[in-house]
């Protein structure tokens, strides 16, 4: 029986998530956000207007709103609008990769098992 679009959206969520982190950035007195993707040794991928090519930016980074990792810029291009993110301290990538087996998520009112 082909699958339910309902249930393969779930599914796609169910592993897309635990990698999906929210970006805050700090640069001369002004703030932002944004959402990226960790793609794996630390490495955060995202889109170059939420971490712009500028001096003196700083940006952290969490997956669970209470733990929060700093993290650099290594690459930004905004002519494909991307850029590529490091976590500070490698020695926080495996807490990432334990935050992100968590088997139970809440995400937008639903539990994701």
């Known amino acids: ?8 959206i779930q599914k796609v969520i169910k ?3 635990p990698a999906s982190c929210t970006i805050y950035v700090k640069s001369r007195g002004k703030s932002w956000s944004g959402s990226g993707f960790h793609i794996g040794n630390g ?10 090519p500028e001096k003196d930016l700083q940006v952290d980074l969490t ?6 990792f700093q993290a650099m810029v290594i690459k930004s291009d905004p002519t494909i609008d991307s850029a590529l993110l490091k ?13 992100m087996s968590t088997k139970e998520r809440i995400t937008h009112g639903l539990i994701l098992s």
């Open 1 to 8: 029986m082909p699958e339910k679009v309902e249930d393969a």
């Open 15 to 17: 592993e897309a998530l």
């Open 43 to 52: 490495l955060i991928i995202t889109a170059s207007h939420v971490c712009p």
């Open 63 to 68: 997956f669970d709103s209470k733990n929060i």
């Open 87 to 99: 976590i500070v301290n490698a020695n926080l990538v495996k807490k990432i990769y334990d935050l």
